[in-house]
């Protein structure tokens, strides 16, 4: 199947959300919403000079300033234009690639199964249980067989998401916007709850802040055991996914950085 950027970002109605942070997300965000130094250090793990990495989020600047300076081949994929145009407009030109993609769609044709390294920084966190699946698909299909996926995951709640389960709670409304059993948290459902519970994000206006949060809707909470299904249940064309190793992110609490291996599809025979 022949897909084009443009087509499959206007099919995922979370991007509009993203389009109204751009690059207040490095400007005015929390710092702890970003990878430290020290995190980025293991996403660069095994990463050399020529190497061929996608990071998927143009959010994550300073990972993709970072692989620029190693030498590495960078391609940047975000279903967000003004993420897209923020980012382009932050770096030098002609220093990365920066395409409107939405991972949770196959591959752009050109890309797949021609990436070394695939990275995220807390993407699969911003995904619902359908797209967490087609997310770690989309990844998987980009990568070169022996290529690797580097994508941390915040386990368990946010301390906003508690803050928003004791107040429906207190409210008698938690089933409006969470299903304890999918470990699903609906923002653009959660009405007056939302705006009660909000945590400020670094500098960003409330306002922005609380239509941000509704746009983004429906987001999966996992354990490490969900993140191991995940990954293990990822087949594309019979391509499959082998974890390798599990990081903690020391500063940040409960979050990990995921290791895993494209592995060949298998020769029956
Ligand atoms: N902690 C992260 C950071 O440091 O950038 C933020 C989380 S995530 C990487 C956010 C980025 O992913 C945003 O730029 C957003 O537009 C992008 N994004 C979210 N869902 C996406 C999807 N389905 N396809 C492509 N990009 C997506």
Known sequence: MTTTATETASENEKSAAWDLIGSLFWESGRTTAKPSDEEIGLFMDGIGAGDTCTVVGASTKDLVEALIARGAEVTVLDFSARMCDDLRAALPAGSCRVLRHDITRPA???????????LND????????????????GMLDLLADGGRLHTSIKLGLYPMDERMIAVGRERGCLERFYDAD???VDFAAAGDVLTDALLPH????????????????REQRFDH??????????????RTLALLATTPFGQAPSTRMYTAE????????
């Open 108 to 118: 752009p044709e050109d890309l797949r199964g021609t990436q070394q390294f695939v």
């Open 182 to 184: 999918a470990k699903i």
């Open 122 to 137: 807390r993407l699969v966190n911003r995904f619902s249980e359908t797209e967490a699946r087609r997310g770690v698909e």
């Open 225 to 238: 055991d969900d993140i191991v299904a995940l990954l293990d249940a990822a087949d594309v064309a019979g």
């Open 202 to 217: 670094g500098a960003i206006d409330s306002a922005t802040l609380l239509q941000w949060y509704r746009g983004r809707g």
């Open 262 to 269: 494209a592995r060949p599809a298998r020769q029956d025979g």
